[in-house]
């Protein structure tokens, strides 16, 4: 097979690993890729941008790709799926339609609400005044969010009134998030425990990956601002095993049913961030259309099973008999990230300590990073994600660590507590 991958992140680096592990796979192309993808054997990075649809389809058609695996959210809101699907190509991911539980949240809590999946209670947006008022019938701390797509900028937890009014005035008067931020919602605020889970769906059934936890504060103690994600462990043992059969029945089934009763049945990787409420309820936060991201990097540490084969049973419809494996272990991954991240993350930093020898169980997926004449530059503000796995989350903590230690650019940092509350369980 060839696989052509779409993205250039830590999560395409880590699909682009597990996806050449396969011995049905003769090469992979990702499109952009970075300095990570091109150390992988039989990884190729190709400059075409991700939103350029006509040159992607265009090289899928001219290199005999099998089928396009989609990393990031972008594209797939912006319909790569149905321009391939129409140009007669493989393509693993939802369409358009489906896609927007992730590009709008409003059509998403409308979408909860119709299917009767558990959500927080909430109001939509668009003008300044009303939302206002709206605010006066709150308790704090209150959530608003952005309708739209804004790189992890467009959820806000208000603490205080005016911290909502300002929030709201940004979004909706100062168009501080463009487009994104012409429509809001207005959440309750749910106190508890998130986690993250993630299934494959070929339209009709789905498989369901190990739970994890992502940390999506910058600094220790989930303190900070937010940002696309500190790190993360699986699998994440709030979700136990009844919990696990809860998701799947009361929020991921009536996902993929009421999707087909729309009629745009869900095909590819569909994501629920949960929270496990004080009253051990769950609800759902919000719902991405790909694999997370640090998630992917700790999940794929953990895949026993030909994962390039899974993807093309389920863009064949064909996971109904599939029961693939992951091993008993944990995983954690941890972000190396940039001065100034997640605001104003420094950029162009020479990255050392990426030529050491590394043990099994141990991966550093690169996250922001190029290579420019032999030497490795950070390109981003997260730069690295370093992931191991150990017979519990204390040991692929300290492994990690330890493994840090072996790394430096300037201004790199990182959170020190990943995986904590793991930990205090075990």
């Not at 949240?105 to 119709?114: C, D, G, I, L, Q």
């Not at 922001?368 to 040991?395: H, M």
């Amino acid at each position: 097979m060839k696989i052509l991958l779409i993205g250039q992140g830590g999560r395409e680096h880590a699909l682009a690993w597990r996806l050449r592990k396969s011995d049905l796979v003769e090469h992979i192309y990702v499109a952009p890729g970075n300095g990570g993808t091109l150390r992988e054997p039989k990884v190729e990075n190709i400059d075409i941008s991700a939103l350029d649809f006509p040159a992607l389809i265009q090289f899928a058609k001219e290199n005999d790709i099998t089928y396009t695996l989609v990393g990031p959210e972008v594209p797939l809101v912006h319909g790569i799926v149905d321009a391939f699907k129409q140009a007669g190509l493989l393509i693993l991911g939802p369409d358009k339609y489906a896609a927007q539980l992730e590009g709008s949240k409003s059509f998403s809590k409308e979408f909860m609400n119709k299917y009767h999946i558990p959500t927080a209670k909430s109001q939509s947006f668009s003008d300044l005044t009303q939302a206002k008022k709206y605010l006066t019938t709150q308790t704090y701390p209150v959530v608003i969010k952005a309708d739209g797509l804004a790189a992890g900028k467009g959820v806000v937890i208000a603490q205080t009134e005016a911290e909502a009014l300002y929030t709201l005035e940004n979004f909706l008067e100062k168009d501080t998030l463009g487009e994104s931020g012409h429509l809001v919602i207005i959440e309750e605020f749910i106190a508890g425990e998130e986690a993250s889970f993630i299934i494959l769906s070929d339209g009709e059934n789905m498989i369901a990956f190990p739970s994890s936890q992502d940390h999506k504060a910058r600094d220790d103690g989930d303190l900070g601002p937010n940002t696309g994600g500190m790190g993360a462990y699986a699998p994440a043992p709030i979700i136990t095993e009844e919990r696990h059969q809860e998701v799947l029945k009361r929020v991921m089934q009536p996902v993929l049913d009421g999707m087909k009763k729309e009629g745009h049945p869900y095909v590819g990787f569909l994501y629920a961030g949960l929270m496990i409420d004080n009253h051990n309820q769950i609800k759902v936060l919000e719902f991405n259309c790909r694999f997370g991201d640090p998630e992917t990097q700790a999940i794929m540490m953990l895949v026993k099973f030909d994962f390039a084969d899974l993807c093309l049973q389920a863009i064949k419809g064909n996971l109904k008999s599939t029961t693939p494996e992951f091993k008993s272990l944990c995983a954690l991954t941890v972000v190396l990230a940039a001065h100034g991240y997640p605001n104003h993350p420094e950029i162009h930093k020479k990255i050392s300590g990426l030529n050491i020898a590394l043990q099994k169980g141990e991966r550093i997926f690169h996250a922001s990073t190029q290579l420019k004449e032999g030497e490795t530059l950070s390109t981003g503000g997260r730069v690295l994600c370093v992931t191991t796995v150990g017979e519990s989350v204390k040991i692929a903590h300290a492994k990690a660590y330890q493994l840090i230690k072996k790394i430096q650019f300037d201004g790199m940092f990182y959170r020190s507590d990943i995986g904590y509350k793991a930990i205090i369980r075990e």
